[in-house]
C-alpha cells in the first residue's frame, strides 16, 4: 500500500490548522514468531501486528481504537507513544522522529517526550510495585523528572492529584499500599501517575475493561474531565464498541477500527455508530448487543464466516474479502486505503468508490 499524502492522513478535524501533536506516516510494526528447536533452519514467520497506519493526534484530541483481539489496536497504540519502535514509517513528536530523538539525533530530549506520552494499563496492579506505598510510587515520577522538587512538595502535589481522581481523604490512600485497593481504586492511581506529567497523550490500554460494568462509565467521565483540566489527548483502545461509542462520542472525538493491522474506517462516533460503511464496523456493529440494533439488523451475522485468518498469513487484497459477503475478485487482489467520506470520516472499502472496477468485477462464490 502506498503511502498517503500530507492531505489524505487521518486527522481529526480539531485545530487543523495548527502541526499534529502526533504524526504516524505508513507505520509498520512487524514481529517474528518465536521458532522451535526443529524450525531452525527455516525462515522465521513475521506477525504484521500493524501494516502501513498513517494517522494524526491533535492536541486535546480523542481517538478510540476498536476491533477485535489480534487487531493491532494496543501495538498501534503503545507505538503511538513511543513505547513500540516501528519497523517501519515513522513516528513523530511534534514534528521530531521519536526514535531519532532517542538516538539523539533531534534538538529534543527524550526525556521529553517520554514524559510527555504516557500509559494507563489495562492491569493497573501488575503497573504498581506491590511493596511500595501509593505515596512513594506517585513520588518516583517527580523525583525522576523533577529531582529539585523536595518532599513537602511532591506530598502536597500527589495529594491534590488524588483529590482531583476522587480517592479521598487522599493522605489515607497515599498510605495505603496496592493490595489495599479495589480495582477501581488502583486504575484511578494509575491515572493519577499518568497525569503527575501533565502530558500530552495517554494511552489508555483498555484501561476500563477489568472494572465492573458500574464503574466502567463512572471511570470513562473521569478520565475525560480531567483532560480538560490537564488539555492533554487521549488514545483508548477497547474491544469493546459500546465503550468505544462512549469515550469517543462524550469526548468530542473518533472512533478508529482496526482489522489484521490496518485501520479500515475513522470517523466521529456517531457516524461510526448509525452510518459504518466498512462491512467490518457493521459486523463489530451487530456483535455489540447494547448498541439498540434494529430488529431487522439484529438476525444472522453480516460474515462469511467467523473465524479470523491467521495474522502470519493474512489475505491478499482487503484482509476482510475472506468474511466479508459484498466480496468481489477485485477484493483479493488489491487493498483499499483510506478515502475520504466526510470531514473527518474515511473508509477503506472500494464499495465507497461508485467508479472503482470493484461494481464490475463478479462476486466471490461462498
Not at 72 to 88: D, E, F, S, V
Not at 155 to 180: C, K, N, W
Request: proline share 7%.
Amino acid at each position: 500500500m502506498s503511502s498517503p499524502d500530507a492531505t489524505e492522513r487521518v486527522g481529526s478535524g480539531v485545530d487543523s490548522g495548527n502541526d499534529p501533536l502526533i504524526s504516524l506516516d505508513n507505520v509498520e510494526v512487524h514481529f517474528e514468531k518465536e521458532q522451535g528447536l526443529l524450525d531452525f533452519f527455516e525462515e522465521p514467520d513475521t506477525v504484521k501486528a500493524v501494516d502501513g497506519v498513517s494517522l494524526d493526534i491533535q492536541e486535546n484530541d480523542v481517538l478510540a481504537l476498536v476491533g477485535e483481539s489480534g487487531c493491532g489496536k494496543t501495538t498501534l497504540g503503545k507505538t503511538t507513544i513511543g513505547l513500540q519502535r516501528p519497523t517501519g514509517g515513522s513516528v513523530k513528536y511534534r514534528g521530531r522522529d521519536i526514535w531519532e530523538t532517542k538516538a539523539g539525533n533531534t534538538d529534543l530530549s527524550f526525556s521529553d517526550i517520554r514524559s510527555s506520552l504516557q500509559i494507563i494499563h489495562q492491569d493497573p496492579g501488575s503497573s504498581l510495585n506491590p511493596n511500595r506505598r501509593i505515596v512513594e510510587i506517585l513520588s518516583e515520577p517527580i523525583k525522576l523528572m523533577h529531582p529539585g522538587v523536595g518532599a513537602s512538595e511532591r506530598r502536597e502535589r500527589i495529594h491534590s492529584l488524588l483529590e482531583r481522581v476522587g480517592m479521598t481523604p487522599a493522605p489515607d490512600f497515599a498510605g495505603r499500599y496496592p493490595h489495599q485497593l479495589s480495582g477501581g481504586e488502583k486504575q484511578r492511581v494509575a491515572l493519577a501517575r499518568a497525569l503527575l506529567m501533565n502530558p500530552d497523550v495517554i494511552l489508555a490500554d483498555e484501561a476500563i475493561s477489568a472494572l465492573d460494568v458500574s464503574l466502567r462509565v463512572e471511570m470513562m467521565d473521569l478520565m475525560l474531565n480531567l483532560q480538560n483540566d490537564f488539555d492533554t489527548s487521549f488514545v483508548f483502545v477497547s474491544h469493546d464498541l459500546s465503550n468505544a461509542r462512549y469515550f469517543a462520542e462524550h469526548g468530542g472525538g473518533r472512533v478508529g477500527v482496526m482489522y489484521l493491522g490496518n485501520l479500515v474506517e475513522v470517523g466521529p462516533a456517531e457516524q461510526i455508530i448509525e452510518n459504518p460503511e466498512h462491512p467490518y464496523t457493521k459486523v463489530l456493529r451487530w456483535a455489540t448487543p447494547n448498541l439498540s440494533l434494529d430488529a431487522k439488523e439484529a438476525g444472522e451475522p453480516p460474515m462469511r464466516k467467523i473465524d479470523i485468518p491467521d495474522p502470519i498469513n493474512p489475505p491478499s487484497g482487503c484482509r476482510f474479502h475472506t468474511r466479508c459477503l459484498k466480496a468481489r475478485e477485485a477484493c483479493k487482489k488489491q487493498q483499499p486505503e483510506l478515502d475520504q467520506r466526510g470531514d473527518s470520516h474515511r473508509v477503506a472499502c472500494f464499495r465507497s468508490n461508485e467508479d472503482h472496477e470493484y461494481w464490475n468485477s463478479p462476486k466471490l462464490e461462498d
